[in-house]
């Protein structure tokens, strides 16, 4: 099941487009923008969740819940009134915590042989969630697991209770989400194995072999999967997401060699290969191997990949696989899509919008000035 | 939809764009730390340009020039003398790009040059095995200088060109093997060009892009490029003990090993370092306005004892890292200069806490 693409598939990248920006002054809208939610800390080493409204131009703060370790993706079951704060890899906590108000609801603690990575995902029906873990004693193939979660009540009674436990048919799964017909489970099997006894050093920087692999989400039966040629294997696959139409859009960590040309972006339709996609030369050294996290804009065929070490903020089409659009962006890692193109953050405190349209970057006053380094990523706290 | 390419990168069409909001809220605030230090970014950034920065780009290329000239007249009688003279000229090349090694941004990230020039560490000996392909091939058109620059990182560089100059059979080898002579001509023009590329580069093009940084141009701010220069000289710091030291040393002297270190065929790796941290010094001192007054004034004192002791222990070292670590006394001088670089960290790293500059969160620790 497991296909390869080579060099050759990697698709041409088209002239790129060059127009004059319009100096539009624009005011932000008086009602304010649906609820977002990020991880974020401080120099000091503390941890939070942070829920906030924008409205085009301010930052308006609605709720900061300590956690107890560095948190990473939020989940949300807005229908149930309350969202899934997952740890970040190695943490090992879950934080159940009402939507509206950031108000705690119960901590639930993984078994003491997993810790979670960061993500997780509800059904669409909400009676499901979904973590990806580290089976971190086990040293074979099927360390990477998927965990199924029974929801139950709602609000500030809101809990998960543990039930399925299925291989993610990989090492090192990262984030997950839920394809558009519901059923099936698309996974990022980053491919890395740790051990929290040696931080997060990489063990088997040799042997990695990263996939996209689809599961379905009923009875953990994988349904397809999609490896990396080669030459590529040191590409850690951890960040996707899945546009309405079902296309998949890949973020990926090279660990190898800092010289080497590789591709940190790809896209899938089920059944297809994958497509590796190369920002154009003068741009793709500058991305320092390494993209931070990828959305769909609202249009669902442009998105946006976050490259935090080569401090580029990157806009690609997936339909012709090129590379429209890059700014610099200290540290910008957490994005999501936004009315007018996107709205990202950085560990530099900065929140901001880019305006798809003009080019325009807009920073939203008051976020720097709550000296929080906005973590890795940004949520909706809507229903999709 | 219209789409707007803004890459800030050299070749590519840029837009300025000023973001139109924060001209109606005012959204580039400084924080209150920021205004009560009263930091004027640009000025700063030009100074440390022009007076540490470019100067330092200069005498590198002024140190490659005389190499290539004279690796280009080598080969046709090649004796201990000639190799030996050659060898200096390498050895004053090396020593230019030790005083910029440390630059990690502009010029130097561009067209792959900072690993053209020093593929290193190399814990796989990639270097070795790609430059010993490259001489089976025996092929002078690889050796033409637009096709050179096209070859692996590994054999395009000073490793490379230290382990042609500087092995055991040297001599013989390269009187023996014609096409080994010719590598080290195309080694040493291609360093020249690099070096002169990105001199020529930051006083054309990426001057500019500092004195303009508050433009939103290549730069978002020109805080944002003060950062830069900053980060120069901090993770450095942590980049010299991390990776010339603590590797050679190993976990105590029976596990020490030379040949982890950055330069042991020519056993330079000290001399190295004495360059590295005094240009670390320069980039922190040497300009007015200079860096360190980024930090706050009661910082400063413990820093700048910091830079004289690491430097004092690195001139009483031994000159040879490579006999010292054999020795209970050398070692112990190596184990003294790794302290001294975590001192120095540690020190420089709590000056940064106490402004409001951040050198990174997400570009650090990601995941």
Request: proline content about 5%.
């Amino acid at each position: 099941m497991k296909t390869h693409v080579d060099r050759r598939q990697f698709l041409a990248l088209s002239a790129l487009l060059l127009s004059p920006a319009a100096r539009v002054l624009a005011v932000g809208d008086a009602a304010a923008t649906p609820l977002l939610l990020t991880a974020a800390s401080t120099r000091a080493d503390e941890h939070f969740l942070v829920g906030f409204r924008h409205d085009g131009a301010a930052f308006h703060p609605v709720f900061k819940l300590p956690l107890p370790e560095r948190g990473h993706h939020v989940a949300v079951q807005a229908e149930r009134g309350f969202f899934v704060s997952i740890a970040r890899r190695p943490g090992t906590t879950l934080v159940l915590a009402e939507l509206a108000t950031g108000k705690l609801i119960r901590e639930i603690r993984a078994p003491a042989d997993r810790h979670f990575y960061g993500h997780g995902v509800f059904s669409a029906d909400g009676e499901w969630f979904y973590t990806t873990e580290n089976a971190f004693e086990d040293s074979s193939d099927a360390s990477g697991r998927l965990v199924a979660w029974r929801v139950s009540g709602a609000g500030s009674d809101a809990t998960l209770e543990r039930v399925h436990d299925w291989p993610s048919y990989g090492v090192g799964p990262h984030e997950l989400l839920l394809m558009p017909e519901g059923n099936t489970l698309a996974i990022a099997n980053g491919g890395i194995r740790t051990h929290p006894s040696h931080d997060r050093d990489i063990l088997n920087l040799d042997t990695m072999q990263p996939s996209l692999t689809y599961i379905d989400r009923r009875d953990g039966k994988l349904l397809e999967q999609q490896g990396l040629p080669a030459e590529f294997h040191q590409c850690s696959i951890r960040h996707l997401d899945v546009s309405a139409n079902g296309t998949v859009v890949l973020g990926m960590q090279f660990e190898g060699e800092a010289f080497m040309t590789v591709p940190l972006v790809a896209t899938h339709k089920r059944g297809e290969n994958l497509q590796l996609l190369l920002a154009p030369p003068e741009l793709q050294p500058q991305l320092n191997q390494y993209v931070g996290a990828i959305r769909f804009a609202a249009d669902g065929r442009h998105f946006a990949a976050t490259c935090p070490r080569g401090n580029q903020f990157t806009v690609w089409d997936s339909e012709t696989g090129t590379l429209v659009h890059a700014l610099r962006a200290r540290d910008n890692c957490g994005v999501i899509a936004s009315d007018k193109g996107f709205v990202y953050s950085t560990g530099m405190g900065t929140v901001a919008e880019l305006d798809l349209q003009s080019g325009s970057i807009s920073e939203f006053d008051g976020a720097e000035q709550l000296d929080l380094l906005w973590d890795n990523h940004l949520c909706s706290g809507v229903p999709a | 939809m219209r789409m707007i390419i803004d890459s800030r990168l050299p070749s590519m069409t840029r837009s300025r764009l000023i973001p139109t909001l924060c001209l109606l809220t005012g959204c580039l605030v400084a924080s209150p730390l920021l205004q009560a230090q009263n930091t004027d970014w640009t000025p700063l950034n030009l100074a440390m340009t022009d007076a540490v920065v470019i100067p330092a780009y200069e005498r590198f290329a002024a140190a490659t020039a005389p190499l290539a000239r004279n690796a280009a007249g080598f080969c046709a009688a090649i004796d201990a003398d000639s190799l030996a003279a050659l060898q200096q000229d390498f050895s004053a090349a090396y020593d230019g790009w030790q005083g910029v090694q440390h630059i990690q941004f502009g010029p130097i990230t561009w067209f792959n040059w900072n690993f053209r020039l020093q593929f290193w560490p190399d814990d796989k000996g990639t270097g070795a095995r790609q430059l010993d392909a490259l001489l089976a091939t025996a092929d002078p058109a690889v050796l033409v200088p637009e096709a050179f620059a096209q070859q692996s990182v590994g054999v395009q560089g000073f490793p490379a060109l230290e382990r042609l100059l500087f092995s055991d059979d040297s001599l013989v080898a390269l009187q023996n093997e014609p096409y080994r002579c010719q590598t080290v001509q195309a080694i040493s023009r291609n360093l020249d060009d690099i070096a002169s590329g990105v001199a020529q580069r930051w006083r054309d093009e990426f001057r500019t892009t500092v004195a303009n940084a508050d433009e939103r141009g290549f730069f978002e701010s020109a805080e944002d490029a003060t950062i830069d220069y900053l980060k120069a000289v901090v993770e450095s710091v942590r980049r010299i003990q991390q990776q010339k030291v603590q590797p050679v040393l190993g976990d105590n002297q029976a596990a020490a090993r030379e040949r982890r270190a950055e330069a042991w065929r020519m056993d330079r790796s000290v001399q190295h370092m004495r360059t590295n941290v005094a240009a670390l010094a320069a980039l922190f001192n040497d300009s007015a306005p200079a860096l360190s007054s980024v930090l706050q004034p009661a910082d400063l004192p413990n820093i700048q004892q910091a830079f004289a002791t690491l430097q004092q222990h690195l001139a009483d070292a031994p000159d040879s890292m490579n006999t010292a670590i054999t020795t209970a006394e050398g070692y112990a001088a190596f184990k003294q200069v790794d302290a001294d670089l975590d001192a120095l960290f540690e020190l420089l790293e709590a000056g940064v806490k106490g402004t409001d500059l951040y050198l990174g969160f997400n570009s650090l620790d990601g995941d």
